[in-house]
């Protein structure tokens, strides 16, 4: 698919554009990454890895409670989302999984780290483990994506870029804002959640990239990424909200089979971006597991 700008993207990013924004910016391969360093410096490090459209903000209030907790937090927002480059190159599992590699190599992080990783971010998060599994210490998968059937027959048809192109140049922003919707179960929280994810769609090549990502990152058919991430013997925390409608529960016995958990949570009466929705509960589960597991190995 060729990049594209939307009419509706009337904001660039660039270097006067960057000064003007909270957090940090790191220049690696395929462009600038925005991203926040906070908490004790000498806390457990939890790296939060974003899913398909959130911004490194969506993790604002979790990472408060971690910080109580006395764990320090890396957010970043992902390629084409929030404040980090939008490029013209293939959003596809590779491009996330370097970015991360590469952020951490930039800040001069070399002890193992804690992953937490929300619905696609949980699958770079498994990835990045397979292929640095000495680098982490624990891992955290919220609301995973991967093994649902759902969206298999559309990522099969915006593998046309044709297609591709036609659906995110008509139906791009009805498509994005239709999911947003259905992220949150507390309905007071949509028009917050849609208004911080929309508001950083007005840069130029967001529309592009959220279809290439779609187009080439594989989000589900993931079975075998499980299986070989639980086989590393990592502790895991698998948490997954009961009213999850993106990736929904009913997939929470089979990724416990493959993945084979340390320990896992059950959020009640939560939608799919559980960390936002409830920071509070979200942050103290994350918090416990690593701090159980920290002290497991200091003692």
């Avoid at 070989?228 to 925390?237: Q, V, Y």
């Avoid at 559980?274 to 979200?282: L, V």
Wanted: with cysteine; aromatic share 10%.
């Amino acid at each position: 698919m060729k990049y594209f700008v939307m009419p509706d993207e009337d904001l660039r990013l660039d270097a006067h554009a960057r000064q003007t924004l909270r957090g940090s910016f790191a220049q690696l391969s395929d462009g600038f990454t925005h991203y926040e360093l906070g908490g004790p410096e000498t806390g457990e490090l939890a790296v939060l890895v974003p899913g398909t459209t959130i911004p490194l903000f969506y993790w604002d209030g979790m990472a408060s409670k971690l910080h109580a907790r006395g764990i320090r937090t890396l957010a970043f927002s992902a390629y084409g989302r929030g404040y980090s480059d939008r490029t013209q190159g293939r959003y596809d599992e590779a491009m996330f999984v370097r970015q991360l590699r590469e952020l951490l190599s930039f800040l001069g992080i070399d002890t193992p780290v804690n992953l937490v990783g929300t619905s696609m971010g949980a699958l770079g998060a498994m990835t990045y483990l397979l292929d640095r599994p000495d680098s982490v210490r624990t891992l955290t998968l919220i609301g995973p994506a991967g093994l649902s059937t759902d969206t298999a027959l559309q990522q099969r048809a915006l593998r046309s870029d044709r297609i591709a192109s036609f659906a995110a140049r008509r139906f791009g922003r009805k498509i994005l804002l239709g999911h947003l919707g259905r992220n949150v179960f507390d309905p007071a929280l949509v028009e917050p959640l849609t208004t911080m994810i929309s508001d950083c769609y007005r840069f130029e090549g967001s529309m592009y990239s959220f279809f290439s990502t779609l187009q080439n990152y594989p989000i589900s058919g993931r079975e075998d990424l499980y299986r070989r991430a639980g086989s590393l013997g990592i502790p895991i925390l698998l948490a997954w909200a009961t009213e999850d409608r993106i990736t929904p529960i009913s997939g929470l016995d089979r990724a416990r089979d493959l993945v084979r958990p340390s320990h896992t949570e059950i959020i009640e009466g939560c939608g799919h971006m559980a960390p936002y929705e409830r920071p509070g509960e979200t942050g103290e589960l994350v918090s416990s597991f690593i701090t159980a597991r920290s002290d497991r190995i200091d003692s």
